[in-house]
T-cell receptor, first 113, second 115 residues
Framework: EDQVTQSPEALRLQEGESSSLNCSYT??????LFWYRQDPGKGPEFLFT???AGEEKEKERLKATLTKKESFLHITAPKPEDSATYLC??????????????FGKGTLLTVNP | NAGVTQTPKFQVLKTGQSMTLQCAQD?????MSWYRQDPGMGLRLIHY???????DQGEVPNGYNVSRSTTEDFPLRLLSAAPSQTSVYFC??????????????FGEGSRLTVL
C-alpha cells in the first residue's frame, strides 16, 4: 500500500534553532511531492512542489529537498511565526487520476521565543 | 480577495439528517475538490471536479454527493449523516494548468459534528 509518513509527529524548537522535518514515501511512480503549511483553524497553504531527486526549493527560512525515498523541509533560524503544522503530499503515476493526492499526517512545529 | 469561501463554519447534525456544505471561489478556477481531515489521519479526497458538469470520486466518496453546475460553486451533500462523517471538511480549488503542481487554494474549513 502506498504510504506517506511524516516525522516527527511534533517538534519543539527555540527561536533560532534550525532543524528538519521528514516526509518519507513508500510509493512507486512519483509524479510530484508537495509541502503545505496549516495554521490552527485554517486550511492548508501551498508551499512547494518537487518533482525529481536532487531538486530543491526555498522560501524565506524554509528549504525543501527531495531524494528517491524522502523529502526534507529544512527550517533555518525559525521564528515563532513559523509555528504551524506542515503537511506533505504526493501525486502518483498510477492512481487512476492526475488529481489525487495522498497526504501524510503532518508535523506540528512549535517555535518558542 | 475572497478566494475560497466555505459555509457554514460549524454545524451539528443528528444521525440521519441531511445537509449541504457550500463552497464558492471567485478565482475562475476550473478544478475544485472536497477533502476531509480527521485526527491522526492525513487529508483524504472525497470528490473533485475539473469543470462545470464534470465530477469524479476521490478516495472516500461513500455517503457524499456533489454536482458542479457553475465554475464558482461546488457543494457537498450529505444525504443521511452518520457519526463517521464527523470531521473537518476543506474545499480546495486550483487553476486547470496548475492543479498538477499541487498548488491548491484551500478554504478555511467546515467543522461538522454528527451526533
Amino acid at each position: 500500500e502506498d504510504q506517506v509518513t511524516q516525522s516527527p509527529e511534533a517538534l519543539r524548537l527555540q527561536e533560532g534553532e534550525s532543524s528538519s522535518l521528514n516526509c518519507s514515501y513508500t510509493v512507486s511512480g512519483l509524479r510530484g511531492l508537495f509541502w503545505y503549511r496549516q495554521d490552527p483553524g485554517k486550511g492548508p497553504e501551498f508551499l512547494f512542489t518537487l518533482y525529481s531527486a536532487g531538486e530543491e526549493k526555498e522560501k524565506e527560512r524554509l528549504k525543501a529537498t527531495l531524494t528517491k525515498k524522502e523529502s526534507f523541509l529544512h527550517i533555518t533560524a525559525p521564528k515563532p511565526e513559523d509555528s504551524a503544522t506542515y503537511l506533505c503530499a504526493v501525486r502518483l503515476m498510477n492512481r487512476g487520476s492526475n488529481y489525487k493526492l495522498t497526504f501524510g499526517k503532518g508535523t506540528l512545529l512549535t517555535v518558542n521565543p | 480577495n475572497a478566494g475560497v469561501t466555505q459555509t457554514p463554519k460549524f454545524q451539528v447534525l443528528k444521525t440521519g439528517q441531511s445537509m449541504t456544505l457550500q463552497c464558492a471561489q471567485d478565482m475562475n478556477h476550473e478544478y475544485m475538490s472536497w477533502y476531509r481531515q480527521d485526527p491522526g489521519m492525513g487529508l483524504r479526497l472525497i470528490h473533485y471536479s475539473v469543470g462545470a458538469g464534470i465530477t469524479d470520486q476521490g478516495e472516500v466518496p461513500n455517503g457524499y454527493n456533489v454536482s458542479r453546475s457553475t465554475t464558482e460553486d461546488f457543494p457537498l451533500r450529505l444525504l443521511s449523516a452518520a457519526p463517521s462523517q464527523t470531521s473537518v471538511y476543506f474545499c480546495a480549488s486550483s487553476p486547470g494548468d496548475r492543479v498538477r503542481t499541487g498548488e491548491l487554494f484551500f478554504g478555511e474549513g467546515s467543522r461538522l459534528t454528527v451526533l
